[in-house]
């Protein structure tokens, strides 16, 4: 008896083990990613070991480590969807032993953790760090900057759970929900984090839909169009003519000392946009037959495909939700993994949802950095700050860890959420979960029917033609005239 109490000691010390050992291993490929993302859009800076130097390498450091967790929220919804089939496919196998529901609930637990702790330590740590001096009168260096970062963190927080307080005891006034606003672990930070699910979730609905309808936008920059009713060779002569007007333009401007510099940066900035529309009507030239007359269209129908997938099952979730009250998202705790496939139609519909939920994920990020109000993120190659790139990271972060919810809540598979995912207060609400999907499913619908509307009136316009009435307006100076869209200058 007591050696079968040895083996079961040593087969869960083993496990536990193994699970370790692999959360490392895929939390270390992620890191590694994350550090080649965020470099290659990083500034570069100076070499030397100063204290700024110290200073942005502890930032970039926590805002690699915030990058994975946010990766690793991306891949756990589908991870968990391809172990369950795994399983089910091979439940004797051996080599797959490792794959279980322990493993799964904890990279789940793991995940809910790291999000946490980035989210309201690391990343508001981070910035506090990087624009702090210390205080006035204390002296200068690492010691002085870290003491304003702990002090303003503790402001933070105060600040924060106030207005939390505040807020739960307005929504919730009764006795069992006053005594739970003195519980800090159990009731402030899942209500904290239940808050931030649900702005993520709004952020992923207002998001998603443009970034959906502008993905052929974006596809369509980077694979050539088939070239219809259009001539090329033409443009390429009209382009060339406005290359060489603005050169002159350039020599002029440079041999007079009194022309303001800002103008002369302005012609340099005209100029290479023209040259790189230049090279896109080049590149448009040499592409073979195949590349623009099929790879083009075959990639915009699948992009219009997986779009019009989603808002049906978003459709036919909302049919679920008003006749079944078991399509409502909600939590598990059971570790039973590998038991009942969860996709009717198995594997082939599991790898579909995989697909699915990278889609909404890329089509999430392209409609946050859409939007006006977030432009001033946009990482650019280089030549991005520290500052930015924590934001950017802070806001991936807000968007993967919402999500999974936001899948579920969709209806885009019945894997239920697991860990600190399935104890959000606002998915057990019946209006919020309907709501939430009805203005997915007509606010996708809405874009696409204006992406496509104002798509097929321009392609109308340019193969008629009447494109080139329009003249397109250069912001030079006005001294020096306007030019118009064929090239030539418009004198005032």
């Known amino acids: ?139 200068k260096g690492i010691r002085a900057r870290v003491l304003e970062t702990f002090v303003m963190l503790f402001l933070l927080a105060l600040l924060i759970l106030g207005i939390v307080w505040v807020a739960s005891a307005l929504i919730d006034n009764d006795a069992a929900s006053m005594e739970s ?22 952020l992923l609905l207002m998001c998603t839909p443009v970034g959906l309808s502008r993905m052929f936008a974006v596809m369509g920059q980077l694979l050539v169009k088939p070239t219809i009713l259009e001539d090329l060779d033409e443009q390429i002569y009209c382009i060339h003519l406005q290359e060489e007007a603005l050169q002159r333009r350039l020599n002029g401007a440079s041999s007079h000392s009194y022309v303001r510099g800002s103008f002369a940066h302005q012609l340099h900035k005209e100029l290479d946009i023209i040259r790189n529309q230049r090279n896109k009507l080049e590149r448009r030239k040499k592409a073979s037959g195949w590349e623009k007359n099929l790879l083009y269209p075959m990639v915009m129908l699948i992009l219009l495909a997986g779009t019009t997938i989603s808002v049906i099952m978003v459709a036919l979730n909302i049919l679920y939700l008003l006749v079944d009250e078991t399509a409502m998202p909600k939590g598990s705790t059971d570790r039973g993994i590998g038991n009942a496939s969860l996709s009717t139609f198995g594997v082939a519909q599991a790898v579909l949802e995989i697909i699915l939920m990278f889609y909404l994920m890329v089509s999430s990020v392209v409609g946050f950095y859409s939007l006006r109000v977030f432009e001033g993120l946009t990482p650019r190659k280089d030549d991005t700050t520290m500052t930015t790139i924590i934001g950017c990271c802070v806001s991936i972060l807000v968007l993967s860890s919402a999500l999974p919810v936001m899948s579920r809540t969709l209806g885009m598979t019945r894997f239920d959420l697991l860990g600190d995912f399935g104890r959000f207060n606002w998915l057990g609400n019946f209006y919020i979960v309907l709501s939430y999907n009805l203005l997915f499913a007509v606010v996708t619908t809405l874009c696409l029917v204006r992406k496509f509307t104002s798509a097929i009136r321009e392609e109308l316009l340019k193969a008629l033609g009447l494109d080139k009435l329009q003249l397109s307006y250069s912001p030079t100076d006005p001294e020096s005239g306007k030019l118009s869209a064929n090239g030539h200058q418009k004198t005032l």
């Not at 083993?14 to 270390?28: D, M, N, P, T």
Request: some cysteine; hydrophobic content about 45%; glycine content about 4%.
């Open 1 to 139: 008896m007591e050696e079968d109490d040895v083996t079961i000691r040593e087969q869960n010390f083993h496990s536990q083990v193994r699970e370790y050992i692999i959360c490392f291993l895929l939390f270390a490929v992620l890191y590694i990613v994350s550090y080649c993302i965020i470099t290659r859009y990083k500034r570069k800076s100076d070499e030397h070991e100063d204290e700024d130097a110290v200073v942005n390498r502890i930032s970039l450091y926590l805002c690699t480590f915030t990058l994975a967790v946010s990766g690793g929220a991306v891949f756990l919804l589908p991870f968990s969807i391809i172990s369950n089939e795994i399983l089910l496919s091979f439940p004797r196998n051996y080599y797959i032993q490792w794959l279980n529901g322990s493993l799964i609930h904890g990279l789940w637990n793991l995940v809910s953790l790291f999000s946490n702790l980035c989210l309201f330590v690391l990343m508001p740590f981070a910035y506090f760090f990087l624009e702090s001096e210390g205080f006035a009168g204390s002296k």
């Open 181 to 202: 606003l003195y519980d800090l672990w159990e009731f402030y930070l899942p209500y904290l984090y239940s808050c931030i699910s649900l702005m993520g979730g709004l």
